[in-house]
């Protein structure tokens, strides 16, 4: 039984690191309430702007706004729940039969004394078609 749960452990930190591979890019980024992240996506001939801020903090969770391509979206998140993330898809599902790349947005941390939100950014892009770009 012992062998059996080593040989189970092992298989699983292996998973765990190969589906983490799937990420490009990782960048975190604080921001206080209301101010707002620019992140420039490009694709091929394309140029498109997804925006992001905070509006609310309250019973541990985040209210969050961001858009995409002039569509905007509402969540909330909070640290110890499954809806810790939001994921953005970057590109439309066209003629190709692929992963459509995505921007995953984690909720990490809430800095209680500069009252900061702090994001990690994944980005999932098997096909490297994707170039991001932080504005201020």
């Given at each position: 039984?012992?062998?059996?749960?080593?040989?189970?452990?092992?298989?699983g930190i292996?998973?765990i690191?190969?589906?983490?591979?799937?990420?490009?890019e990782?960048?975190?980024?604080k921001?206080?309430?209301d101010?707002?992240k620019k992140?420039?996506v490009?694709?091929?001939s394309?140029?498109?702007?997804?925006?992001?801020?905070?509006?609310?903090?309250?019973n541990n969770?985040l209210?969050?706004f961001?858009?995409?391509d002039?569509?905007?979206?509402?969540?909330v998140?909070y640290l110890?729940?499954?809806n810790q993330?939001?994921?953005q898809e970057?590109?439309?599902?066209?003629?190709?039969d692929?992963v459509?790349?995505?921007?995953?947005v984690?909720?990490?941390?809430f800095?209680?004394?500069?009252?900061e939100?702090?994001?990690?950014?994944?980005?999932?892009d098997?096909?490297?078609?994707?170039?991001?770009?932080y504005l201020?």
């Amino acid at each position: 039984m012992k062998l059996f749960l080593q040989v189970f452990f092992f298989i699983g930190i292996f998973f765990i690191q190969v589906d983490a591979m799937d990420f490009k890019e990782v960048k975190t980024i604080k921001l206080k309430k209301d101010q707002l992240k620019k992140i420039l996506v490009k694709y091929g001939s394309f140029s498109k702007l997804l925006t992001m801020r905070w509006t609310l903090y309250k019973n541990n969770g985040l209210v969050v706004f961001h858009s995409y391509d002039k569509f905007v979206f509402q969540n909330v998140l909070y640290l110890r729940y499954k809806n810790q993330f939001f994921k953005q898809e970057l590109k439309s599902k066209g003629a190709d039969d692929y992963v459509t790349p995505y921007l995953l947005v984690k909720f990490k941390e809430f800095n209680y004394e500069t009252r900061e939100a702090i994001f990690d950014l994944f980005l999932s892009d098997s096909q490297a078609q994707i170039n991001l770009k932080y504005l201020k």
